[in-house]
């Protein structure tokens, strides 16, 4: 079994944090579904942007124990300009 942890920030400051015990070899797609991330803030597994430790990765991504699965959310403006 490994240990990671899931995470979504629908806004600044509202962190929705799950901590998740999968079987080896799990992928980031199943970290999802297993969560509930998806389920409760109205996300398809299609076309989500998910990533481990801040870097976007495929759904098959293979996860490691210790990993932090994140769901981005679309930015409203460029940060550049903010």
Known sequence: MIEVEGVYCARPGA??????ALPDGSTLGAALAASGLLARHGFSEEGVLA???????PLGAVLRSRDRVEIYRTLQC?????
Do not use: F, N, Y
């Open 15 to 20: 962190i929705d944090r799950v901590e998740l």
């Open 51 to 57: 990533g481990i430790w801040g870097r976007k990765q």
């Open 78 to 82: 460029d940060p550049k300009e903010a």
